[in-house]
């Protein structure tokens, strides 16, 4: 399976999707070092983040910039920085984004089977169920969800994405059977404009 579009973002992870004709990460909003200012007219230097981004083991170099973010949710798209007034860092974004097949989007069944990615980079089973077709809840890992795994991809048995892996376990709580939940479910969580008619997810 497609582990060419996971990337780091801070100490958790994210991957990479298609928009159209750019390419953008998808994470868990808790994984960016703090959230942008909460107004339509933010500064560019409020959204952007320096050196967040890198390939799975290597070192954080590459700025991202914010282009949605929710709190709730728990997830969060980001995209290339501004390519004029940082041209050189938006260069090396698309460098980063380029250099693996980007996930394709669809949506969750009610209950069925799934795949996370482990520490070790590793795609391990597990059952995702989609709660009133909402947030997914993962359950029966065979492998224990800890941090560091936020912001990966939950993906389906076709190795499309799904939903974005935000709860690990607690201390104490050393059981894979216990449910993981809520995720957000991208076709549920993700913004309206995201789906765009070129780029809708597949059923």
Wanted: hydrophobic share 35%; proline share 8%.
């Amino acid at each position: 399976m497609n582990t060419t579009s996971v990337v780091r973002v801070g100490s958790g992870r994210g991957f990479v999707v298609e928009h159209g004709h750019d390419r953008l990460v998808v994470t868990a909003a808790h994984c960016l070092p703090h959230l942008p200012p909460c107004y339509s007219f933010s500064a560019l230097e409020e959204r952007t983040y320096q050196n967040l981004l890198r390939p799975l083991g290597g070192h954080p170099s590459v700025w991202a910039e914010c282009l949605f973010a929710d709190p709730i949710g728990d997830i969060a798209i980001l995209g290339a920085p501004d390519g004029q007034e940082l041209y050189d860092q938006s260069r090396a974004y698309e460098e980063l984004v380029q250099g693996g097949t980007p996930m394709a989007i669809a949506e969750a069944s009610s209950d069925g089977p799934g795949w996370l990615l482990s520490i070790e980079c590793e795609w391990f089973r597990c059952g995702v169920r989609r709660h009133q077709n909402g947030p997914l809840w993962v359950y029966d890992a065979t492998v224990n969800i800890v941090g560091g795994m936020s912001g990966s991809p939950i993906i389906d048995d076709a190795g499309s994405a799904i939903g974005v892996m935000c709860t690990s376990a607690r201390k104490g709580e050393a059981e894979v059977s216990i449910e993981r939940g809520p995720n957000p479910s991208l076709t549920y969580n993700l913004p309206a404009w995201f789906f765009a008619p070129s780029s809708r997810p597949s059923k």
